[in-house]
């Protein structure tokens, strides 16, 4: 498996100034379109039991990066460094934007979800960059003893301007929208949900495209895609068993637990990969090979959609046992 990678790690993929400009646009309009869900009920509704709130928090911000961490570290011996990077930026990424969708799906607490996508995206611009700072240079000096790899060294400031841009200017955007135009705000939640997730989807594949066009050898793609793809399936397994069994040991209720896993297995890798491609935060001429980490982010993208929409079904039907 590590051969295969170490085929995607060669790769030095980038996309140009007009390429990043829609990456950005496309992300700005799905997290309007995510504000356009919010409202202030909604917090005063959940806050009013706060446990449930407080511990997705503590299990996104904390249990998830940690146990990506040991993940990456128990596949240290198959995996490459930049892959375990990856694999960290997309832990430390807030929720995704389409949690609040499949945990409707589910059955499950969607003001509780609504409220730890709405919280992790606001505070994204502090915690996104200390946590993947932390936890990168953490690996970093653990795989150094057995690899070469770049120093890790994170500009807060251009990741903190990037983050404000593609999140906080369209969600304070759709915030007002929500509060003063109501009506108007209930007519394009559902088309912006589901043209959100088209565009979304379309960003990925553009992601993966590049990667396409930069390998030649097409049994080596197909190796080392399927190989990158192991490696996103078990780590988002770990991700939604850290949701799962992180409500069940404080026994919070089953629409809460259900919001929870979720919450915590989807990630805004869409985010991840607007980071990757900023030449301030991700130089190419310090991560001129920075293929594994793209296309482990991009695979998140599709993947989390399928064992969401997967783990939805699931506890529909177990009905009252889950």
Known sequence: MKEHLQYLDALNINLGAGEMFIVNIILAFVMFGVALGIKLQTFRDVFRNPKSVILGIGLQWVALPAVTFLVAVALNPFITPMVAIGMLLVASCPGGNISNFISSLSKGNIELSVSMTAISTAFAPIVTPFNFWFWGTLYCRY???????????????????????????????????????????????????????????????????????????????????????????????????????GATLLKVSKEDRRSLTIETGIQNSGLGLALLFNAAIF??????????????????????????????????????KA
């Open 143 to 245: 795989a150094s003893v057995h690899n070469d790899i770049p120093t890790l060294s994170i500009p807060f400031g251009d990741m903190l301007y990037q983050i404000l841009i593609i999140l906080g200017i369209p969600i304070v955007l759709g915030l007002i929208v929500s509060r003063y135009f109501p009506n108007l705000s209930n007519k394009l939640k559902r088309p912006t949900s589901i043209l959100s997730i088209l565009l979304f989807i379309g960003m990925v594949i553009v992601s993966l495209t590049q990667v396409l066009t930069a390998l030649e050898a097409r049994w080596a793609v197909y190796a080392a895609i399927l190989c990158a793809l192991v490696v996103v399936i078990i780590h988002n397994a770990s991700a939604l068993g850290t949701g799962f069994y």
């Open 283 to 320: 130089p190419p001429e310090v991560w001129h090979n920075n293929g594994g980490m793209v296309i482990i982010t991009a695979l998140w993208g599709i993947w989390h959609i399928i064992s969401g929409l997967t783990v939805a079904t699931l506890f529909r039907r177990v009905g009252t």
